[in-house]
C-alpha cells in the first residue's frame, strides 16, 4: 500500500518563499509521474507541477517562473520550491501521481500566503 505524506506548509508573506515536501512509503517515486496539486477553499484540486521518471517538468501557468518542482528518487521524496508567493497560491498542496491515483491522496499541507 502506498502512503505518501506532505510537509513544509506555513504561513508566509506575500513575496516570500516556503518549500513543501512529500514522502513515499515505497518506490512509487522513481518509475510514475509525479506531481503537486492544490486545492484553495471553495475551488476544485488543480495540477501545479508535474515532474516525469526522466525529470522533465511541466507547470501550471500561474506559478511558472516561481515554483520548482524536484525529486530524489533514492530517498522517494518530492519536493516543491515556492518563491514568490502571492495570496492567490494560498491552499492545501498534495503529491501524488500524473494522472493522479485516488486511493493516493494524503492529508496534504497547509500553505497560507498573507498580502
Known amino acids: 500500500q502506498v502512503h505518501l505524506v506532505e510537509s513544509g506548509g506555513g504561513f508566509v508573506q506575500a513575496g516570500g518563499s516556503l518549500r513543501v515536501s512529500c514522502v513515499a512509503s515505497g518506490s512509487i517515486l522513481s518509475f510514475h509521474a509525479v506531481a503537486w496539486y492544490r486545492q484553495a477553499p471553495g475551488k476544485q484540486r488543480e495540477l501545479v507541477a508535474s515532474t516525469n521518471a526522466d525529470r522533465s517538468t511541466l507547470y501550471a501557468d500561474s506559478v511558472k517562473g516561481r515554483f520548482t518542482i524536484s525529486r530524489d528518487n533514492t530517498k522517494n521524496t518530492l519536493d516543491l520550491q515556492m518563491n514568490s508567493l502571492k495570496p492567490e497560491d494560498t491552499a492545501d498542496y498534495y503529491c501524488?501521481?500524473?494522472?493522479?491515483?485516488?486511493?493516493?491522496w494524503g492529508q496534504g499541507t497547509q500553505v497560507t500566503v498573507s498580502s
Open positions: 501524488n501521481t500524473n494522472p493522479a491515483t485516488n486511493s493516493y
